[in-house]
């Protein structure tokens, strides 16, 4: 089951609406109108009216029947077999993180056990890391690093990553989630060199945590109050793009050491399905890497708290 904040009338207010096949209709026109002719080694033709390919041209691909796939495209995917998913998969060149989102479709329009059953809760408020999560974390001093869950909650941090995104603690109302950090706190712009591109991000991570957890009433009532508050925010959670955040190189710009451009890798928690431990580093011998030895530095001059986000100023 998924949502969509549907506008009632001018001024921004919303009704959240559940339907799967709505989802799955969006998402399937979506990547159809993202490929080409040319990408699928088509003729262009003229006179087309729909951006990408046509629904015919997608069944050809698919070897299935323009009738089949249109109704796919409805949003029916109940009962859809593994082969006929991996065939839409191949047709609509989808990347693995679309694909796995398109499984996702799948298993909750079937009512799958691992979709339908509501996956444990882990807020700020409702989790707290075990002893040794902080002990690692803390045992990290060249990089930033922190543990997160798929709506964007920061849930653990080294006292580096406090130092580096102090911004986003200090404003009143984030309770610390990068998602709202980007798109509602000003301070994001300066932060964030390359804004646009951190806003796709964020919305693609929520948009597959949407996939992979349909149930999660704070990640709706996140992106209910992220679509009403930021016109940024609904126009890319309407792009329906999805992916997978594990490694690639970052620039930012902190107020007190400057201009950094880090690395990061993010490794998913065997202990805690479902969590995110990242880390940032800089290349050996860089001027980020001085950076990062400059904002330990000025961490130590500051009211950091590692343990407990609430308290730093």
């Not at 088509?42 to 006179?47: D, E, I, M, V």
């Not at 704070?218 to 925010?233: A, P």
Request: charged fraction near 25%.
């Amino acid at each position: 089951m998924y949502w969509q904040y549907i506008p009632l009338a001018v001024g921004g207010t919303y009704r959240r609406g559940v339907d799967n096949r709505e989802e799955v209709r969006e998402f399937l026109t979506s990547r159809r109108a993202k490929i080409t002719p040319e990408q699928a080694g088509l003729p262009s033709g003229s006179r087309r009216r729909v951006p990408g390919l046509r629904r015919s041209e997608v069944a050809a691909l698919a070897d299935m029947s323009v009738e089949y796939y249109s109704k796919l495209e409805r949003g029916t995917l109940a009962g859809v077999s593994p082969a006929v998913l991996e065939a839409l998969a191949r047709a609509l060149q989808l990347d693995d993180a679309e694909r796995a989102h398109l499984l996702h479709l799948a298993q909750a329009a079937d009512g799958s056990d691992a979709l339908t059953r509501p996956r444990r809760r882990r807020t700020r408020d409702q989790w707290k890391p075990h002893r040794s999560l902080q002990w690692t974390l803390d045992a990290i001093t060249a990089g930033p690093a922190f543990v997160r869950n798929g709506r964007m909650d920061i849930l653990a941090a080294n006292q580096l990553f406090r130092a580096f995104y102090t911004d986003a603690y200090a404003t009143p109302g984030n309770q610390m989630n990068l998602a709202r950090f980007n798109f509602l706190d000003p301070a994001s712009r300066r932060f964030y060199p390359d804004w646009d591109s951190f806003a796709d991000v964020a919305v693609a991570i929520l948009r597959t945590e949407a996939g992979r957890n349909p149930h999660d009433k704070d990640l709706q009532d996140l992106v209910g109050e992220l679509s009403t508050r930021s016109d940024e925010f609904r126009t890319r959670w309407g792009a329906h793009n999805v992916r997978h955040h594990g490694t690639g190189t970052k620039r930012f710009h902190h107020h007190a050491v400057g201009g950094l451009t880090l690395a990061f890798e993010g490794l998913e928690m065997a202990a805690e399905p479902g969590l995110t431990l990242t880390i940032y580093t800089a290349e050996p011998g860089s001027p980020s890497e001085e950076g990062l030895r400059l904002l330990a530095s000025w961490a130590a001059t500051q009211d950091v708290d590692a343990t407990e986000p609430s308290t730093l100023s």
